[in-house]
């Protein structure tokens, strides 16, 4: 009989990790997660100062580097980890970046440059790092990238990020196609806003986060670990009827705008000079 600690099934299980900054990251607390249900997880960061970072906050997880704007560094990498630990039988996306340099600036004048970059970074990486690990899936395996919870919302701190991140879940349809004779799943987890260290980057991020605190059904924010709770369970078989899909996790923020607080603290705002 199965005891409540290896429910996910995931103890003995290999899972690649991408994205660990700190540990206030999503993907930190995925490997948290995963290491309390027993996987074994491999870590990819983006460079050899990330790495001495990490190395004790990680340990005994083994960790690689891979700059994701480089193709033959995912190709390296990918090869390294399937020969070492392979077959791997689930990868995380935890990557984004987006340049806010130049501040917020209206959507119409995003630079190309910029954009594209977090195409590349943000929703491409995903793409090109599955068919790098492509050969050394099990089978079956899960990827799960980690999203936002709407993408059509003009949220102004967020800037270009949006459509980037849209690009992104469609991207996991396409994939989860692509994939599915190898019995391989690509979902992701449409998180609302979390108090990472990556979002604090994000000008005025701090106003939306605390209005998103109060739009939740609890009146209490959403927690990385929840998140992360949730990227578990879709990498484990216990989720293998959901395929290609976009889970959000919000707390019920989506569809609380009208709650009576929000609306009453509105009404007795005072009136914009």
């Given at each position: 009989?199965?005891?409540?600690?290896?429910?996910?099934?995931?103890a003995?299980?290999?899972?690649?990790?991408?994205?660990?900054?700190?540990?206030?990251s999503v993907a930190?607390?995925?490997?948290?997660?995963?290491?309390?249900?027993?996987?074994?997880?491999?870590?990819l960061?983006?460079?050899?100062?990330?790495?001495d970072?990490?190395e004790?906050?990680?340990?005994?997880?083994p960790?690689?580097?891979?700059?994701v704007?480089?193709?033959?560094?995912?190709?390296?990498?990918?090869?390294?980890?399937?020969?070492?630990?392979?077959?791997l039988?689930?990868?995380v996306h935890?990557?984004?970046?987006?340049?806010?340099?130049?501040g917020?600036?209206?959507?119409?004048?995003?630079?190309?440059?910029?954009?594209?970059?977090?195409?590349?970074?943000?929703c491409?990486?995903?793409?090109?790092l599955?068919?790098?690990?492509?050969?050394?899936?099990?089978?079956?395996?899960?990827v799960?990238?980690?999203?936002?919870?709407?993408?059509?919302?003009?949220?102004?701190?967020?800037?270009?990020?949006a459509?980037?991140?849209?690009?992104?879940?469609?991207?996991?349809?396409?994939?989860?196609?692509?994939?599915?004779?190898?019995?391989?799943?690509f979902?992701a987890?449409?998180?609302?806003?979390?108090?990472?260290?990556?979002?604090?980057?994000?000008p005025?991020?701090?106003?939306?986060?605390?209005?998103?605190?109060?739009a939740?059904?609890?009146?209490?924010?959403?927690?990385?670990?929840?998140?992360?709770?949730?990227?578990?369970?879709?990498?484990?078989?216990?989720?293998s009827?959901?395929?290609?899909?976009?889970?959000?996790?919000?707390?019920g923020?989506?569809?609380?705008?009208?709650?009576?607080?929000?609306?009453?603290?509105?009404?007795?705002?005072?009136?914009?000079?």
């Amino acid at each position: 009989m199965s005891t409540p600690s290896d429910f996910l099934g995931l103890a003995g299980k290999t899972v690649v990790v991408t994205g660990v900054a700190n540990r206030k990251s999503v993907a930190f607390f995925t490997h948290k997660a995963l290491c309390e249900a027993g996987a074994n997880v491999v870590h990819l960061v983006r460079s050899q100062a990330r790495k001495d970072e990490l190395e004790k906050l990680l340990a005994p997880a083994p960790i690689y580097v891979c700059d994701v704007e480089r193709q033959p560094e995912i190709e390296a990498a990918a090869a390294a980890i399937g020969a070492a630990h392979g077959p791997l039988h689930g990868l995380v996306h935890s990557i984004a970046f987006a340049n806010y340099s130049r501040g917020l600036v209206p959507f119409d004048e995003t630079a190309r440059a910029d954009f594209l970059q977090a195409v590349d970074v943000s929703c491409f990486s995903l793409v090109a790092l599955a068919n790098a690990f492509k050969p050394h899936f099990a089978r079956p395996a899960s990827v799960v990238t980690i999203s936002i919870s709407t993408t059509t919302m003009a949220a102004e701190s967020y800037g270009y990020m949006a459509p980037v991140k849209a690009a992104l879940d469609a991207a996991v349809v396409f994939l989860a196609k692509s994939f599915a004779e190898r019995d391989v799943r690509f979902n992701a987890v449409k998180a609302g806003p979390l108090k990472t260290s990556a979002s604090a980057g994000i000008p005025g991020y701090m106003d939306n986060y605390l209005f998103a605190e109060g739009a939740t059904l609890r009146h209490r924010a959403l927690s990385t670990a929840e998140v992360a709770n949730t990227a578990a369970f879709l990498l484990s078989e216990r989720s293998s009827g959901i395929n290609g899909q976009g889970l959000v996790v919000d707390a019920g923020m989506g569809f609380n705008f009208f709650d009576k607080e929000i609306v009453r603290r509105f009404s007795q705002a005072p009136p914009a000079p």
